[in-house]
């Protein structure tokens, strides 16, 4: 097929606001009506590359994934790298250094294209994830980032106090061990997390037990003011995000275990 068929295929099959501009050998821009919520349109190419043509993004997708989340949370082991995984699975994608594609197959251009546009949609939607999902990877970032700076050997997840606590009631996100006083790290994405971790805190001061807090938000500025200000009342070292954060997390965390 030629281009202008190629063309009329895409406008035939998916629709007629789609044209195709040549920007290079055997590389042509696809100007399409599908757009991110910012407003930006999806950058799509149809490139022949060792005799096959093929739609790419050339990795525009999850670079705009980036103005809204930390994207290398898609190459570790986790809730948006399963997800990620089962889209280029499932739509027959091909991902190298973070550029998505898909191999036209018997000059099917339309259907290709349309399954194409459907997985790139698909994979805009890990920037907006229902709140139970980023709660999830909320943690699992907090972990892996704990994980990343302290010896495994020093860490507690999920700790409770083994003589106080029978039950279990009192849970310390993190416990880092190996110093006069444990650190005690609580991972807060709501409300309802900082009035649980201030709870902990006010069990554990009760009890006579010696630490130092840290609490890492996943977005202070979503709590509650009044919540807030009773937990900065009992806490002591407090980062307002994690996202932004991680390397002065690191670094202090470091210095303190030293």
């Given amino acids: 097929?030629?281009?202008?068929?190629?063309?009329?295929?895409?406008?035939?099959?998916?629709?007629?606001?789609?044209?195709?501009?040549?920007?290079?050998?055997?590389?042509?821009?696809?100007?399409?009506?599908?757009?991110?919520?910012?407003?930006?349109?999806?950058?799509?190419?149809?490139?022949?590359?060792?005799?096959?043509?093929?739609?790419?993004?050339?990795?525009?997708?999850?670079?705009?994934?980036?103005?809204?989340?930390?994207?290398?949370?898609?190459?570790?082991?986790?809730?948006?790298?399963?997800?990620?995984?089962?889209?280029?699975?499932?739509?027959?994608?091909?991902?190298?250094?973070?550029?998505?594609?898909?191999?036209i197959e018997s000059d099917d251009f339309g259907s290709a294209f349309y399954n194409y546009i459907h997985a790139l949609i698909k994979v805009t939607d890990l920037s907006y994830l229902s709140k139970e999902i980023v709660r999830s990877t909320f943690y699992e970032d907090f972990r892996a980032l704990i994980r990343e700076t302290v010896p495994e050997e020093r860490l507690t997840f999920d700790f409770t106090h083994p003589d106080y606590d029978k039950e279990g009631k009192y849970v310390v996100d993190c416990r880092i061990n190996g110093m006069p006083k444990p650190i005690f790290l609580f991972a807060v994405p709501n409300d309802s997390k900082c009035k649980d971790a201030m709870i902990t805190m006010y069990c554990f001061n009760n009890w006579g037990v010696k630490y130092h807090s840290v609490a890492i938000f996943e977005d202070q500025e979503q709590i509650n003011r009044r919540v807030l200000a009773q937990f900065s009342d009992i806490g002591e070292k407090q980062f307002s995000t994690l996202l932004s954060n991680k390397e002065r997390i690191k670094e202090y965390l470091s210095e303190r275990i030293a």
């Avoid at 910012?38 to 799509?44: A, L, T, Y």
């Avoid at 005799?51 to 994207?71: C, N, P, Q, R």
């Fill in 1 to 103: 097929m030629n281009i202008s068929d190629i063309e009329s295929a895409l406008k035939d099959k998916i629709s007629r606001e789609i044209s195709l501009k040549e920007e290079g050998v055997n590389r042509f821009r696809i100007f399409n009506p599908y757009e991110f919520d910012d407003g930006d349109h999806f950058s799509i190419f149809l490139k022949k590359e060792n005799g096959h043509w093929k739609f790419t993004d050339e990795a525009h997708t999850i670079m705009h994934l980036s103005y809204d989340m930390d994207v290398s949370a898609l190459k570790k082991e986790g809730t948006r790298q399963k997800i990620l995984t089962n889209i280029i699975s499932n739509f027959g994608l091909d991902e190298y250094d973070g550029s998505l594609s898909i191999r």
